[in-house]
């Protein structure tokens, strides 16, 4: 198998690279002088072994395992209903290779509490005993035995840390192995994200005059809590404020505070997002008299979450932008308590001089079989995706095939505003939206650690108990992070426009072809496909939006390399290699095989090593877009980006000679050897991922 | 992705204020049936009109000049309810001669809309804007809270030229006798509620709306 061949590339570097494009000089240029070094790679620095180090050493142990190299997936959440994995890579702490050893899991302790008391105590009564093997990660792969909570109240995830003890003696000592030393636990378990959380809820209506209309949902027990978030939800038109009982009955059994308004939508976008502005306003001011002045107290005003629906989706944009530029200045709260703002389905009336999330913490959702804001490139309105990209602080996506427009609400007697294949239904639209809700809101409004991975992991693996599993639920997922957040961006496009250098100056070589850099902006009015047309189904921007990327395709096997500038190469602090992606919807090259493309990723070092992985061995490729027709001829709606993130730990599994402190060059090898045979792809935000 | 500007105007200086009037609005939904341009019979019938006056005064959202106003006309129109059915994207702005009506249900279920028309007052506190003198049309699409004067004056020529017309003294008669006698009112909120009435009555599948006008407010 080619993804797990890291003995070849280790017997000849480079070579497996070389039988994929045949001439690794001239598409490695930073080769040459690294093959004639000789340097031995010196590893990660985090998991490298410690000798003077009197604690426990850092190890990724939980996760799951996968059918293919790298075998396993260090992952940090799972949910209560889902065995325990860990694993223990015997070529990285060879010193325990073939030991028998004891595997505690503990109630996550901070760094502190680890130091002053070492002392293991299993959260499950007694640890389990596993031999480890000696070759290779599946041969040191276990399931652990026991159940452990995922209750955390009104949390989410309950932290727990991981211990190989080595020596048996019931201690965290220096032979033994710890993951969870850290702010962050070792591993959560979540209760499920799409039911019910342990409060319940009461609903009250309450008006405090024209368009201040509101639908409040608390937790009945408020008397008892401290001060909550306040998520407040502007409705669509033609929708009502009564129709988000799934929103609001959710998330306040979870410790939220919702409050649903009246959107005056029908004018326009504007006077939608002065509803917002003032309902939250209003809102803040008035719980002394809102429902009894129950709710006087409970409520955290700075933090606050805005959740629009279609023209509300957009008008909570209006909202922060009209904030952002002076224009409207709110009396209780400010621009910053804003935590996140989530707009569902949303209409782009005004572009991105108008309805503009600036340096909100942005999320959208979108469905595929949306009749209404169609999505079609015949209308820039209809389009949603340019607001995400507008967003210059976390933005994330989440698309479902199959939802229709009225699917998000959940008025039963309403139309779904549906068409295309494989219809979701509305029960079904409104369950997958509060196994994703939760963790959204909680990540932005209490910084959850656990809830990131539920914006980033492919739906396939990480979805709550309680979720419709049926075939037609297919899901893609972005996830996006400012430069603030320190990561290493080798390549968005935004700069260096040539298709040879890279926004971070670096050279970027390929073969595959066809390959265009540009605006991720369909050119024309329609999905039909046109060799002429590279830039096919993007809706991702306007004329007026910025946003750019690459399409390139092949149809034998091709490669893309990019390579790292110098001053980057020492990746050993980042903790994924990460990526966005899409297939170009019905370019013969997508609808040859109906499916997920795969391909591989390689890193190279510069000792002249290589490893690589393919995008399928984690569970799922990059989704083949929603099969709707119309919006021109053939089948295939818009292109549905999906965002990859791999360990970079991965690339070293089983012994492979890749020195993470001198990666060179990051490479994407497509084509029958690779993955997918043939495929037509786009390809956005290359970058090494602290976190 | 094409911009499609099915009326394309550019900006226009109204009242010393810049307004960017829609150049790329398209009110088709790409699959739906193409929403019929406005035509005879758009507006069918004037069902009933009462004038109005507030004592606070209200802003009318409908325009992009957002002016305040005291008083107006609230009628009931049966009209296509094809030209109102809701839709995220641009709708046919419905107007009376040079002013937008604030509509306050939607009406594509029942055929009839509940709106507002502002007027200034006269001396007599009743609204300048005659209704002899009022046609009731639909404007192309557009998010009413863009278009201004010159948009309104505009649409209002080329509903004239299509025919629309004021309705005639017997049915604008008959509509006063269903209004009933001039109200005033303190503020919105108790227009709204006469208001929600009207929708119980005349669209009551959009008990929804009315109800949501009738919640008890909290002083």
Known sequence: MPTASVPASRRAAGSVLTRGIGCVLCVFPSFAGAQQSGTQPHGAASDAPQPLVRRARDAQLAGRALLQYPFFEFVGVSFTNAPVQIAIDPTRFPEVAGATVDVWILAHRTPAEWDANPVLVDARGAPDVFTLGTTDVQSCTFTTAGVLSGDAGLDLGVGYDVVVDVDRDGRAGPVDLIDGYGIEAGFYRCMPTALPGPLAVTEVLYSGGTWLGEDIYYPTNIAALGQLPLVVVSHGNGHNYTWYDHIGTHLASWGCIVMSHTNDTVPGIETASTTTLTNTDHFLGNLATIAGGVMNGHVDGHKIVWIGHSRGGEGVCRAYDRIFDGTYTPVRYTLADIKLISSIAPTDFLGITGANPHGANYHLWVGGADSDVTGCASNDIACSYPLLQRSTSYHQSIEFHGAGHGAFHADAASSLWATGPCLLTRAEVNTMMKAYLLPLVQRYVNGNLPAREFLWRQWEVLQSPGVPTNTCVVVDLQYIEPPAAGNRVIDDFQTNTATDVSSSGAPVTFDVTLFNEGRLDDPNADFTYSASAPFNGMTEATASDTTRGIVFQWTTDRFLVFNVPAAWQDTSGYEYLSFRACQVTRAPETTAALGDLDFTVVLLDGHGNESSVRVFAYGGGVEEPYQRTSCGTGAGWNNEWETIRIRMQDFTRNGASIDLGAITDVGFRFGPTWGSAVGRLGFDDLQFMLR | ?219
Request: hydrophobic share 50%; aromatic share 6%.
């Open chain 2, 1 to 219: 992705m094409k911009l499609i500007a099915t009326f394309l105007l550019g900006a226009a200086a109204i009242g010393g204020t810049i307004l960017l009037l829609e150049s790329r609005v398209s009110g088709v939904p790409v699959e739906a049936a193409p929403r019929p341009s406005a035509i005879e019979g758009e507006v069918r019938a004037l069902l009933a009109a009462v004038p109005f006056a507030l004592e606070e005064p209200w802003t009318h959202a409908w325009r992009a000049e957002r002016p305040e106003f005291r008083g107006g006309w609230l009628v009931v129109l049966e009209v296509d309810p094809k030209l109102v059915e809701p839709t995220e994207l641009a709708q046919p702005v419905l107007c009376a001669a040079g002013e937008t009506v604030e509509r306050l249900n939607h009406g594509h279920a029942s055929g009839r809309v509940v709106g507002i028309v502002p007027s200034v007052l006269g001396p007599d506190g009743l609204p300048e804007l005659e209704l002899a003198r009022a046609t009731f049309y639909f404007g192309a699409p557009a998010l009413p809270e863009a278009v201004g004067a010159r948009w309104i004056e505009r649409e209002f020529t080329a509903a004239t030229q299509r025919g629309r017309a004021p309705f005639g003294a017997d049915a604008i008669a008959a509509a006063r006798g269903q209004g009933g006698a001039p109200i005033v009112v303190r503020d919105r909120v108790e227009l709204d509620r006469l208001a929600a009435q009207w929708i119980l009555e005349h669209a009551p599948e959009e008990k929804a709306r009315a109800d949501q006008m009738l919640v008890p407010v909290t002083r």
